[in-house]
């Protein structure tokens, strides 16, 4: 091999390795995109404050910041949503009322919703609940991960007592080791 080409074989090597070692900090390789989480709706029952945000971190602790608005005392509530990921679409209708009572104690969703101060019963009071940067490992989901990996979108509709809610998300989880993987092979 000459000596130029040897050259420039070691330099990306060593690009695709600091490259490499960067994302895979990032929780085993995965990387959380957020495109957009936003209401759908100005007219909001329950809203999401415009600087909500959710950042997977290198050590699998999922950040979230922001605030959710009640306008009102949400006694009931049936969401209507759609999830969508790459071309497989979902939907459903759920009580979201009855969804919080079925949610067992200790498990890990009522953990989150504590940890997060969200309410785990109707009703929901009016007020605003700020999360002001709050975590969540998620170290033991990484199999998981593999699983939902793609691109996620997703748009709920709920309709309570008091008036309806619009909001909607688009997200990419990726898996970053095989991507750069790919590109290092595919060139
Ligand atoms: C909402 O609920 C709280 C607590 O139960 C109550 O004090 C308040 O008066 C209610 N507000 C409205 C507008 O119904
Ligand atoms: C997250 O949980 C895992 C076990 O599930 C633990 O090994 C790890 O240290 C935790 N990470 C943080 C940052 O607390």
């Known amino acids: 091999m000459k000596k130029a080409s040897m050259t420039s074989v070691l330099i990306s090597t060593i690009n695709v390795l600091i ?5 895979a900090r990032c929780c085993g390789g995965y990387e959380l995109i957020i495109d957009y ?4 709706d100005s007219d909001n029952i329950i809203e999401l404050s ?7 971190k290198p050590n699998c602790e999922v950040h979230f910041n922001g605030c959710i608005i009640s306008h ?19 939907s459903g209708k759920k009580d979201g009322c009855k969804q919080l009572d079925n949610i067992k104690p200790s498990s890990d969703i009522e953990k989150g919703l504590d940890l997060l101060g969200l309410p785990k019963r109707c009703p929901i009071n009016k007020g605003t609940v700020c999360l002001g ?4 490992n998620v ?3 990484k199999l998981l ?5 793609g691109h996620l979108k997703g748009k709920s509709v709920m309709t309570t007592n008091a008036g309806k809610s619009c909001m909607e998300f688009s997200a990419k989880l990726v898996n970053s080791l095989v991507k750069v993987v790919g590109h290092s092979v595919i060139g």
Do not use: G, H, P
């Not at 989480?37 to 759908?40: D, H, L, P, V």
């Not at 940067?133 to 969540?136: F, G, H, T």
């Open 19 to 23: 490259l490499y070692a960067k994302i």
């Open 37 to 40: 989480i936003r209401n759908c």
């Open 50 to 56: 415009d600087n909500f945000n959710v950042i997977l």
């Open 72 to 90: 009102a005392n949400i006694t009931s509530s049936i969401t209507e949503y759609t999830v969508q990921k790459n071309s497989v679409k979902m």
């Open 133 to 136: 940067i709050k975590s969540i």
């Open 139 to 141: 170290s033991k989901y």
């Open 145 to 149: 991960m593999n699983v939902i990996a």
